[in-house]
T-cell receptor, first 110, second 113 residues
Framework: GDSVTQMEGPVTLSEEACLTINCTYTATGYPSLFWYVQYPGEGLQLLLKATKADDKGSNKGFEATYRKETTSFHLEKGSVQVSDSAVYFCALDRDDKIIFGKGTRLHILP | DVKVTQSSRYLVKRTGEKVFLECVQDMDHENMFWYRQDPGLGLRLIYFSYDVKMKEKGDIPEGYSVSREKKERFSLILESASTNQTSMYLC????????????FGPGTRLTVT
């Protein structure tokens, strides 16, 4: 069945470092792809999304490109901040539901 | 500002108790969802609803039931709580198909002793 695999954490980086969180998916058809973020003590919120191949989603300095040929949707940011510390979930839609990856915890050190 | 609220942030219940988790959204959304979040397992869908009085099983419905009597309210019920239901429970709503953004509540951390 459809699934999402993302890199395991935790990922620890220093402030201003470059970030990549890998995400690959298995799906029939062409799902929409998402990154959600969960800040400490909060629910999830949508960070960015892409609905078709080669689309790039972007928000708050984060970017991810829908790559059909590699079935990937890696999250990137050029310079992370302490406030980016959170859990990041890659996800896809299937049959009016969302399938989430297991999440990657990110720690940014000042 | 869109809002999904959950009745409790923290809840402690005893094994065998009947537990109600309430979720309310103020966005007039059609679709509502209940997930549980566990370390190493991510989010797993328990139940969802596309309309009042409608419900559909998700991936892990066993031991749970739901109720949606009004459009804005979606309740999760643990008929007889067990220790393996200790978890974080998240409610979400969305205005349309799954490609739409899901709006999440802050979560209820339930401990069953």
């Amino acid at each position: 069945g459809d699934s999402v695999t993302q890199m395991e954490g935790p990922v620890t980086l220093s402030e201003e470092a470059c970030l990549t969180i890998n995400c690959t998916y298995t799906a029939t058809g062409y799902p929409s792809l998402f990154w959600y973020v969960q800040y400490p003590g909060e629910g999830l919120q949508l960070l960015l999304k892409a609905t078709k191949a080669d689309d790039k989603g972007s928000n708050k300095g984060f970017e991810a490109t829908y790559r059909k040929e590699t079935t990937s949707f890696h999250l990137e940011k050029g310079s992370v901040q302490v406030s980016d510390s959170a859990v990041y979930f890659c996800a896809l839609d299937r049959d009016d539901k969302i399938i989430f990856g297991k999440g990657t915890r990110l720690h940014i050190l000042p | 500002d869109v809002k999904v609220t959950q009745s409790s942030r923290y809840l402690v219940k005893r094994t065998g108790e009947k537990v109600f988790l309430e979720c309310v959204q103020d966005m007039d959304h059609e679709n509502m969802f209940w997930y549980r979040q566990d370390p190493g397992l991510g989010l797993r869908l328990i139940y969802f609803s596309y309309d009042v009085k409608m419900k559909e099983k998700g991936d892990i419905p066993e031991g749970y039931s739901v109720s949606r009597e009004k459009k804005e309210r979606f309740s999760l019920i643990l008929e007889s709580a067990s220790t393996n239901q200790t978890s974080m429970y998240l409610c979400a709503s969305t205005a349309g198909p799954s490609s739409y953004e899901q709006y999440f509540g802050p979560g209820t951390r339930l401990t069953v002793t």
